[in-house]
């Protein structure tokens, strides 16, 4: 019977099998598993801002000669070459990095030249690798610029077979040009893309000063430049302190704007007038990440779900250039709220996290501030120009050697012919005679004869002088840090004027703008503002009908049997409206939430918790700068700001303290011109007193406006006194009565009064 790892009656170990405590095994290969996520799959190394799978994708198309200047090939082939000879994984994670790769959206400055669907701002995915062709960019070029001068070393693919760049040469500073983000395990690097003339000038200054302030680079390096432009809304000190950390984030908003102006600027606010004196606004850039289509159809679930009232239509019109159309409930809403409440409630204000994870020279990961992350750039770059020197030094010091053979060669050339016509082995002959190398003998051996001409000795000559002098001049620059310094910097200089914000890649697409502080928007700006006419009948049902119907058309409205109008008022939708019961409890309630004035409305009691026993007083739009006149049945009174009796929630606020036995009495608006307070009590006594003697309070009971000996307040109203007190007359007429001699009643507030004038009405009521 065979043995198996598996069989109970055999105790003896399978070999080659270690006994090992599970948890160190998994906690093992768990760490292995991580530390390749971290440094060959999810981090970018700081010195050419790449992950392998980019790297490698550069490196085979490279090697496929598809150059800029050269023609497109299939996608395919591409995809097909990076995951036979280099990149062991699938091809659609290839694909995928390439397509990116190529996308001007994504990236700030392409590494690939797509040809075919690669993708849109949209959100559509590329179309399969089959369908679609690539070729490199400069930029790419730029990126791989010295990979055949030994300025980086070369490792064997995952097979052996081939060899592969660890990094990339290239000057151009693709990891802060173009950003990178990626998640591995236990940490992840989120880098948002730059603008390259920025950086390099910002790396120039370090050469120049490798002390200088965080400060200082933050006079070059604005903040981040996305491929879909947008404004950065966040402070200087907020950008400051991301860049001075690592860690951080920026605030990006869509910028509303009809087009780009002739001199380089943008139209203002993005306010398109339209016929009849309406308008709409109009999005041209999105932040970056955001896709244009799920966007739209954010802003469109706003106006579906009625979240955002004053906004009626979204469109997109794109074409080449990306053109949002934001249309307004009416041309009377704020634009600037409008584009504050998108900014709230939509994806046209983002936040990109800034995590400055790199891994460094050393593979190592870390977060690093913008002050390192360049300094430790221009190190490598240094140590790639120390390398490109010393390699040409090798390259010259080879042909000098052979130079020097060939002159020897010339300058005994008869008997250098004599020795290989007549000696069977002429080149130890020749080694031994003129004292040459193995390679100088060979190389003159292989000399063809029309190489023999005189002026091909004095090109040598010429050859071997120049050769010498570039050769002392490398050597000079491989010896003197100042010198590598002042050749890197005429570098960057160079690529700098590729680069330049005067050029159409380099200009700066974002907005560093200072966002002004976050203002808060009054609810009623969230609702369309139209006249209404609220209705509450005596039973406690309530509508809202629109318009404002005229107080003599009140009788015509209809109501349930045996129910009437209690209280009618014209608002506007936007008003919040005040409900005061008779235990003396405030409720507030939004006239945009009342039911229409087709059928009967709703009870009131389901929208707020009025008290079953208390009856209703009064029903008044609320307004900021308004002031209200309260009495209790008791005489008691004091004067409210409506703002102060505003309720948040359905149990609304206990406003007037009553004493046992009394009921709020009087609610009342006060005119703006009212000077004057006139109260009646049930015995039909009248007093009147200058409004200033009655408190303003927010709660309370207040001050006795009139004293009884028997029954209580019947009514109270506010009036301007030299405009005198106007009441109601009797019957249908509709009618009103004005006494302007008040000087009788006019007395001390707190006073019992005295019999009001002749016509006065019986119900003891002003109106």
């Known amino acids: 019977m065979a043995t198996t790892t598996d069989d109970p009656d055999n105790p003896e170990p399978v070999p080659g099998m270690t006994d090992t405590p599970f948890g160190s095994a998994l906690s093992e290969r768990y760490l292995v598993y991580a530390l390749s996520t971290i440094t060959a799959r999810s981090l970018p190394d700081l010195r050419d801002g790449l992950k392998p799978v980019h790297r490698r994708l550069l490196w085979a198309m490279r090697a496929m000669r598809l150059d800029p200047s050269q023609g497109y090939k299939k996608s395919a082939r591409v995809v097909g070459d990076v995951i036979g000879k280099f990149h062991p994984h699938g091809d659609v994670a290839v694909y995928d990095a390439m397509v990116r790769l190529a996308q001007d959206f994504s990236l700030r400055y392409p590494l690939v030249d797509g040809q075919g669907n690669f993708g849109n701002i949209d959100g559509d995915n590329a179309a399969a690798y089959r369908y679609t062709e690539a070729r490199l960019t400069r930029v790419a070029v730029d990126l791989m610029q010295g990979l055949d001068e030994g300025t980086v070393d070369f490792k064997p693919t995952y097979n052996g077979e081939d060899e592969e760049p660890e990094i990339m040469p290239g000057l151009f500073p693709n990891l802060l040009a173009n950003g990178a983000s990626g998640i591995a395990v236990g940490m992840a690097t989120n880098i948002p893309p730059h603008n390259a003339a920025e950086v390099i000038d910002a790396a120039l200054l370090l050469i120049e000063n490798p002390r200088a302030e965080l400060a200082e680079l933050l006079e070059h390096v604005k903040g981040p430049d996305f491929p879909t432009g947008g404004i950065v809304v966040d402070s200087a000190e907020t950008i400051r302190q991301a860049y001075a950390t690592g860690r951080g984030g920026f605030r990006v908003r869509a910028r509303y704007s009809t087009g780009k102006l002739e001199s380089g600027g943008w139209e203002a606010d993005g306010i398109e007038k339209q016929p009849g004196g309406t308008w709409q606004l109009v999005i041209s850039e999105i932040p970056y990440g955001v896709a244009k289509g799920k966007l739209i159809e954010q802003i469109a679930q706003l106006i579906a779900d009625k979240k955002l009232p004053i906004l009626e239509d979204v469109r997109d019109e794109s074409a080449e250039d990306l053109r949002i159309v934001i249309e ?133 000559k010429r050859e071997q002088a120049d050769l010498t002098a570039e050769r002392e001049e490398l050597v000079k620059l491989v010896e003197s840090p100042q010198r590598q310094r002042t050749r890197l910097r005429k570098d960057l200089e160079k690529l700098r004027t590729v680069y330049g914000l005067d050029t159409l890649l380099g200009a700066r697409r974002t907005t560093i703008a200072e966002a002004a502080p976050a203002r808060d928007i009054p609810l009623d700006a969230m609702i369309e503002k139209e006249p209404v006419t609220v209705i509450l009948s005596k039973r406690g049902w309530i509508r809202a009908q629109r318009g404002h119907v005229a107080a003599d058309q009140w009788a015509e409205f209809k109501f349930k049997d045996g129910d009437e109008l209690l209280f009618a008022a014209h608002a506007q939708t936007t008003d919040k409206l005040l409900v005061a019961a008779s235990d003396g409890r405030f409720f507030t309630i939004g006239a945009d939430k009342l039911p229409g004035g087709r059928g009967f409305g709703e009870p009131l009691r389901l929208m707020v918790d009025i008290d079953p026993e208390a009856r209703i007083v009064a029903m008044i739009p609320a307004h900021a700068d308004g002031r209200l006149l309260l009495a209790s049945s008791s005489g008691h009174g004091f004067v409210a700001q409506m703002g102060e009796v505003v309720a948040e929630t359905r149990k609304g606020r206990g406003v007037v303290n009553l004493k046992t036995g009394a009921q709020l009495a009087i609610v009342r608006a006060i005119g703006p011109g009212d000077d004057s307070v006139a109260v009646v009590g049930d015995n039909r006594k009248l007093v009147v007193f200058p409004i200033s003697e009655v408190p303003v309070m927010a709660r309370g009971q207040g001050v006795m406006l009139q004293r009884y000996r028997d029954g209580g307040l019947s009514d109270a109203i506010s009036f301007a006194f030299a405009e005198g007190l106007s009441w109601a007359m009797g019957g249908d007429t509709g009618r009103t009565r004005t006494e302007t001699d008040l000087v009788p009643w006019r007395v001390a507030r707190g006073a019992a009064g005295r019999m009001p004038p002749t016509g006065f009405p019986r119900n003891n009521r002003f109106g």
Do not use: C
Request: hydrophobic share 45%; no cysteine; net charge neutral.
């Open 328 to 460: 307004p409930k009416s041309r009377n809403v704020d634009p600037d709220i409008l584009k504050e409440s998108l900014y709230r409630l939509t994806d046209l204000e983002s936040r990109f996290a800034l995590n400055l994870n790199v891994l460094d020279a050393t593979r190592t990961p870390k977060v690093m501030g913008l002050h390192q992350l360049l300094t430790e750039w221009l190190t490598h770059q240094i140590v790639v120009l120390i390398r490109r020197a010393q390699h040409r030094i090798n390259k010259i010091d080879d042909r000098l050697e052979l130079v020097a053979g060939y002159i020897i060669a010339f300058l005994n050339l008869d008997r250098i012919i004599a020795i290989i016509r007549t000696e069977d082995e002429p080149k130890p002959v020749m080694i031994a005679e003129f004292i040459l190398t193995d390679r100088q003998a060979e190389a003159i051996l292989n000399m063809r004869l029309r190489s023999l001409r005189k002026l091909e000795e004095m090109e040598l």
